[in-house]
């Protein structure tokens, strides 16, 4: 019902518009662990695509072959056009692909800006030595978070010092910075009360509004029906069912997700 | 911090740094500096106050000058143990590669090398020695407490084997100058040290490396997944680590007098004691370079005044130690 209209539109004339990341036949074992099996789905851009399913459905294991963390033993993933070989997180990051970890990967000695530009430091070359920055970064930090639905401490304090929502606020704003093409969250509200849920939900609607292409890992089915445009159902690592959410319901989602209704 | 988040939000972000850096320094007053950082430092001046009280002797020119020798290869340690223990990680072998060093320079001086050449080649050694435990630990993904352990022992193994277990007494001018002479009564060698501490702060503090060895060592897997190679920080660690005792090796060459295979094993455990006084992290994360700094002079100032007064050289170990899991004791609480 936050959907604006256009994009309802996009979506029935979809077929002119290239998935701004494809899945094709992706497989992944660790040891006998066969965690993704010839898993296709595609994210359309502009938009938030969600991933449903059980837990060891395989979810994560997915979201870590688009940000580089494996790679997939078979299969490719094509994104913008290119299909992918990252050898590392950095990889992804330079493609335009940043992701929010379900473990919340922010460094809980660092402070909030350092943080946020982490690997991505600003730096003024003085010969071969490049110095920090740091009162460009602070300054820049502050705007990034200044724009942000969650009041967040002064960017100068340490991330151990900041709440659950604070921390998901940051990781968020690092994320939709540095022009990413497509933010990855896994589970981004795992961890959150109401209020600071309805924030981030919020920021994420922004972030889409900006026109960022999002993937969302969700286990709260009215946040995903609320959130998404379409959603993919992963089962003990296959997807199987992809269905636009404006046309399904949470029944029939979960329904897949136990395996109880076949695609 | 929840008091000031209004203010904060209400300001116009485009306010400018200046309100940035006033938060940060009191910031750092509030919370940054937990007082662990502080141990060291206020530790050596209470030192010094007992000592200079219990011996008057203690802050003579004489004995100031003696004590800041002394601490000039202990602070070289330190900071070479610092940027080791804030990714989490340890050196056991740090002494050892010190002596190695110090061999090698023995033997570049026996084939008639230059002094230059003969100091160039001790830090070579071990930076060398530093990189390949660095690419092992990396690299190959084994506990720095075992990669180290085995490094110390190959490290002092070939110390012996390659100078035979003989001294090799170094005359020169230079190193002579550098162990005697200095800038009023601050010698040569504290001033090399304090001047290498304050390059490697703004190593830790000033640049991309720096921050990247803060971040591998407070969380790894957030470090990995910016795109940081874990691998890469810890050989250049252990390669830091690996220079620092080259250098020292240079100075404990001109103090001696001699290249010699001995053992040092006092300075690994005061070493590791100096950054532990200094208030580093052992699991990584945080670490300062000031603050080790302090807890070298700390240790210095420890046996330099026990053994003016008069106390059994056997007792100081014992000191050392006590002073060292106490510090860690302080450290824990503040939690
Ligand atoms: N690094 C790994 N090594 C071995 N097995 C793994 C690894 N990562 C994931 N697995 C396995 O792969 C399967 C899928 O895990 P994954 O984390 O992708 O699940 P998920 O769908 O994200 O679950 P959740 O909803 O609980 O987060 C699980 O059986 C898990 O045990
Ligand atoms: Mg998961």
Known sequence: MTTPLTKQSTESGSRAVEPLLKVQDVSLSFGSVRALRNVDLQLMPGEITAIVGDNGAGKSTLVRCMSGIHRP?????????????????????????ETVHQNLALVED?????????????????????????????????????????????????????????????????????????????????????QETARVEELIQRLRSEGH??????????????????????????????????????????????GAQAA | MSPTTSEQTAEPAASGAAPVERQSVSQRLASFTGWSEW???????????????????????GNIEAMLAAAAILILLSVGQTFVVATGGIDLSIASTMTLSAVMFGVGYGADWSIFLCCLLAVVTGSLFGLLQGVIIGRGKITDFIVTLGGLSVASGLAL?????????????????????????????????????????????????????????????????????????KTAVYTVAGIMAGLAAILLVARVGAAEPAANTQFLLNSVAAVVLGGVSLVGGRATIWSPVCGALLLTALTNGLTLLGVSQYYQPIAVGGVVVLAALLARFQK
């Open chain 2, 39 to 61: 141990a060291a430092p206020i530790g050596l001046l209470v030192l010094v106050i007992v000592f200079q009280i219990l011996n008057s002797t203690f802050l003579s020119l």
């Open chain 2, 161 to 233: 084997v390659i100078s035979d277990g003989q001294p090799v007494t170094v005359i020169s001018r230079f190193m002579l100058r550098l162990s005697t002479d200095g800038i009023g009564i601050i010698g040569w060698p504290v001033i090399v040290a304090l001047v290498v501490a304050l390059i490697f702060h703004g190593v830790l503090f000033h640049t991309r490396f720096g921050t990247h060895v803060l971040a591998a060592g407070g969380s790894e897997d957030a470090a990995r997944a910016t795109g940081i190679s874990i691998a890469r920080i």
């Open chain 1, 213 to 258: 292409a999002i993937l969302i890992i969700s286990h709260n089915f009215a946040q995903v029906m609320r959130l998404s445009d379409q959603v993919w159902v992963m089962r003990a690592g296959r997807c199987v069912a992809g269905r636009r959410t404006a046309q399904t319901t949470g029944e029939e989602i979960v329904a897949l997700i136990t």
């Open chain 1, 73 to 97: 033993s078979s299969g490719t993933i094509v994104f913008d056009g290119a299909p992918i070989d990252f050898r590392s997180p950095e990889d992804a990051r330079e493609a335009g692909i």
């Open chain 1, 110 to 194: 660092l402070t909030v800006w350092q943080n946020l530009f982490l690997n991505r430091e600003l730096v003024t070359k003085l010969g071969p030595v490049g110095i920090l920055n740091r009162r460009k970064m602070k300054s820049e930090a502050e705007r990034m978070v200044s724009t942000l639905a969650v009041n967040v401490p002064a960017v100068t304090s340490r991330v151990r010092r900041l709440s659950g929502g604070q921390r998901q606020a940051v990781s968020i704003c690092r994320a939709a910075g540095f022009s990413s093409k497509l933010v990855i969250m896994d589970e981004p509200t795992a961890a959150l009360g109401v």
